[in-house]
């Protein structure tokens, strides 16, 4: 079977399997234990994992969180501004082609007096910048938008967002869980954004570890959040909780091959993503139409339409062979809220694919749609 939902998730690495497993049987320890060997080891394994993911993204060790996932990630960030930053206003601006643990938030956020901004986007599914200029008030506190779509792959211009929030001196949170690892960051190149949620298990790492990253000042103090998760003061008290070491450990080692492969990966993706591209133009011709756009686009995720056919039917029938999605996994039971801000009308929407590639798959796995 091919699988093309790697967009909804990934198989762990070998690597990774072999470095977790340490972890869960005889270096059990709890990292916030002292003086002996086993929370020693455990707390060298956790910073070690952190140091593979500040490089992976360019930031310090000390800016990163790691939490449960992005959807932890993101309700931390989004919900630790809203109940902080209160003195300063009441206003958030987002998008409407974001994912649903932004989106739902909002929703939330709404009901206790937050006002929140959904910018429109275009045919691929990216705000314009003028757009998010004209939003900001003096009572905006944060701007909140997805870097690379989970839907489409298109790509935000978060280095002209990034200035536009320094500009007006607005906090900005990067929803990047859909591009860590596939197109280059920089955080120390992009002061302006100043929070960034990722998940392990797009990155060929374990389900239930996650990234926040917070920017820090030149003290090396983190801009102030309100914690999601109040307990026992782990990373530095914003996010407290037992230490998960295996999956932190698993999610280092993924950062770390992530980082190692990067121009490998990349190209890669781009490779299999035009060969795909290719038998399917010859395959279906006329009959298919590109929803993602063909460039300034994560690499490996491709959304098409196939006109005339229903997308439940065609996955289901291709299910034994093929593995793909209508969308986001996370809201696969209603019709892309993505595909719809983008302007498909339900017709469309419901004709509508996300093929999501890995690097690690070959030209000639593809070629089984040449058989179809
Ligand atoms: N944001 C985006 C863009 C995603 O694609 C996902 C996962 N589908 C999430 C957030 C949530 O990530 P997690 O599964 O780690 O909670």
């Known amino acids: 079977m091919l699988y093309l939902d790697n967009s909804a998730t990934t198989p762990i690495l070998m690597e990774v399997k072999e470095k977790m497993l340490t972890y869960l049987t005889e270096e059990y320890g709890n990292p916030s234990g002292k003086y002996y060997g086993l929370a020693e080891d455990a707390k060298k394994a956790v910073e070690e994992a952190r140091s593979h993911v500040s490089q992976l993204l360019g ?17 931390m960030i989004v919900k630790g501004v809203a109940d902080l930053y209160t003195d300063k206003g009441n206003h958030i601006i987002t998008t409407k082609a974001e994912h649903n643990s932004i989106l739902d938030i909002c929703r939330f956020l709404e009901t206790k ?3 929140v901004t959904y910018l429109d986007v275009d045919r691929f599914g990216r705000i314009n910048i003028e757009d998010v200029e004209k939003a900001i008030n ?3 506190i944060l701007i ?22 320094n500009k007006h001196q607005v906090l900005f949170h990067i929803d990047a869980t859909q591009a860590v690892g596939k197109v280059e960051m920089n955080w120390h190149e992009h002061p302006g954004i100043s929070f960034l949620s990722a998940s392990a ?4 790492g374990p389900k239930g570890a996650g990234i926040t990253l917070i920017r820090s000042n030149k003290y090396k103090e983190l801009l102030p959040l309100t914690p999601l998760i109040h307990g026992g003061g782990q990373e530095h008290g914003i996010r407290s ?3 998960a070491v295996h999956n932190i450990v698993g999610l280092g080692e993924a950062a770390r091959l992530a980082k190692e492969r990067f121009d490998q990966n990349y190209n890669r993706l781009i490779e299999l993503e035009e060969h795909l591209l290719s038998i399917l133009h010859s395959k279906f011709g006329e009959r298919i139409i ?9 690499p490996g995720i491709i959304n098409i339409r196939f006109k005339g056919l229903n997308n439940e039917v065609l996955l289901k029938k291709l299910s ?3 593995a793909a999605s209508t969308g986001s996994a996370c809201s696969s039971a209603k019709p892309s809220h993505v595909l719809q801000a983008m302007g498909l009308n339900l017709v469309e929407v419901r004709e509508s694919v996300r093929f999501s590639l890995s690097p690690y798959q070959t030209k000639e796995e593809l070629d089984i749609f040449n058989q179809l």
């Open 59 to 75: 930031s310090y060790t000390h800016e990163v969180i790691f939490t449960s996932g992005a959807t932890e990630s993101n309700n």
């Open 113 to 115: 007096g937050i006002e």
């Open 138 to 140: 003096d009572r905006t």
């Open 144 to 165: 909140s938008i997805i870097w690379g779509n989970n839907e489409t792959g298109s790509l935000n211009p978060i280095k002209e967002i990034a200035e536009l929030a």
């Open 201 to 204: 298990h797009k990155l060929f």
């Open 241 to 243: 909780g037992t230490y």
């Open 290 to 298: 590109l929803n993602s756009d063909s460039e300034d686009k994560i």
């Open 320 to 322: 034994t062979v093929i």
